[in-house]
């Protein structure tokens, strides 16, 4: 595995005040195993071709990586992972089609919280794909830069989604704040910001009509009715 740092099968340890950067390949790898760990106040860049600034991959469970800078041609990618937390951190996709963070793979339970998610022009601040579970929950987050804020996509069953307090801000031309491909969601999106670089807020029409999207206390030049 090409990582500036891989953690293998390794538990409780702590990176805190790091520059770790790795041209080559990805800038850090929660491996199979690698549990509560965790990294803070520090800056983790990876390849800005095909590989991510961090990489949870399968196996990997309860990481959490907080005040950080962190910058891959996508910023965050999530594979198979349990319980990641991602807070006060800042995610930036170096590619025109990269997501600041792409959870897939049939990951469970994802917590992002104050953090700032720069996506590509082409890609999405989040990605939600397919097939995940458990509880996924952002609070006071912000996107910027990308073609879709939050792209989602059909969930495992016992998946729950809930957004509080997200601001979609400097989007690219022509953006989608919230993009669902697909699926059957019940849940409740609190506190959205939608700035003038919002073209469409909300797309919900490929949504299962078993589903109920609700909307409290929306704001900004796009909030819509």
């Given at each position: 595995n090409p990582s500036g740092v891989y953690l293998l099968n390794g538990s409780f340890s702590t990176i805190t005040q790091s520059n770790i950067s790795n041209p080559g390949g990805y800038g850090v790898t929660f491996g199979g195993s690698a549990v509560r760990n965790t990294i803070s106040v520090s800056t983790i860049t990876g390849a800005a071709i095909s590989y991510s600034g961090l990489f949870f991959n399968s196996g990997s469970a309860t990481n959490t990586v907080s005040n950080s800078y962190v910058q891959g041609s996508t910023a965050a990618f999530l594979i198979n992972s349990v319980g990641s937390t991602i807070d006060s951190s800042v995610l930036v996709a170096t590619s025109p089609t990269g997501n600041a963070l792409w959870l897939t793979g049939g990951s469970v339970n994802l917590t992002l919280v104050a953090d700032t998610l720069i996506g590509g022009q082409s890609g999405a601040g989040v990605f939600l794909d397919s097939n995940n579970t458990g509880a996924i929950a952002f609070s006071s987050n912000t996107i910027k830069a990308a073609r879709y804020g939050l792209l989602i996509s059909t969930q495992s069953?016992?998946?729950?989604?809930?957004?509080?307090?997200?601001?979609f801000a400097s989007l690219a031309a022509g953006a989608t704040a919230v993009q669902f491909t697909g699926g059957t969601f019940i849940s409740t999106f609190t506190a959205m910001d939608f700035d003038s670089s919002v073209a469409v807020n909300v797309n919900a029409s490929l949504l299962n009509t078993a589903s109920r999207i609700t909307m409290n206390a929306h704001s900004g030049a796009r909030t819509g009715a």
């Open positions: 069953a016992g998946a729950s989604l809930a957004v509080a307090t997200m601001t």
